[in-house]
């Protein structure tokens, strides 16, 4: 029989160096899935390959990027914990540099050059149109590239529900009050207490909840009541 294994919040504070925020992302990433991600790393080396394939020198950034999919590719974990598929590539129409490619090979995640320098840059978005093979812009979808890796794998961490519906700063005030760690995180608001996580984006329009019990260590009812009146 294996050991149980209970998730402890890591979020209790976002670090000002975003190399500090890359091995924040990393102790996530290793303790929610219960994998050996290595937090030392050396990104230079990690981006020789992809560099000089590019003919480019890459940002510190993107090569933290590289590195953290990379020690996830060699323990099998890419696509558990990121779903989609990890390329780095140019675009130079658009003047970016690609993440990665969503599964259905309809949505690239770029860095544009023009924010590429920036310590922690903004992802933006390309869409594929089916009908003319083209590639379009999409637009912003996170202010940072450490954000858009948490928002993107929380989708991903396992039983749990998202919802738009009702979610207002109300509800944000219940969940401040209901967890013991709650810290903004680049436009995301973070909650997490003992085997729960649960993320808030906010956009301009609506805000998302997105809620992730580990392992369903957690019964319903002791979940905070505020999650309960809004589970489906």
Known sequence: MGIEHHYEPCFASVPES???RWTQLREFISQWHNI???LLRDPEYAAHDIEQTL???L???IREWIAFSQDLIAIDAFHKVMRDFFEVTRMNRFSSTTLMIQGEDDVYWTVH???AERPDPPVDYLHRDFDTNEWTEGGNTSPSLTSFVLEHASHYLGPGFVRTRDIDESVIAKLDDAFPVAVDYDGLR???MTDLFCIVRKRPEYFTLTVAQHNQ???ESELPECLRRLKP
């Open 18 to 20: 975003v190399t500090d």
């Open 36 to 38: 050996n991600l290595p």
């Open 55 to 57: 003919n480019r020198v």
């Open 59 to 61: 940002p510190e950034s």
């Open 113 to 115: 050059d023009r924010n």
């Open 190 to 192: 973070v909650f997490e």
């Open 217 to 219: 260590f957690l019964t």
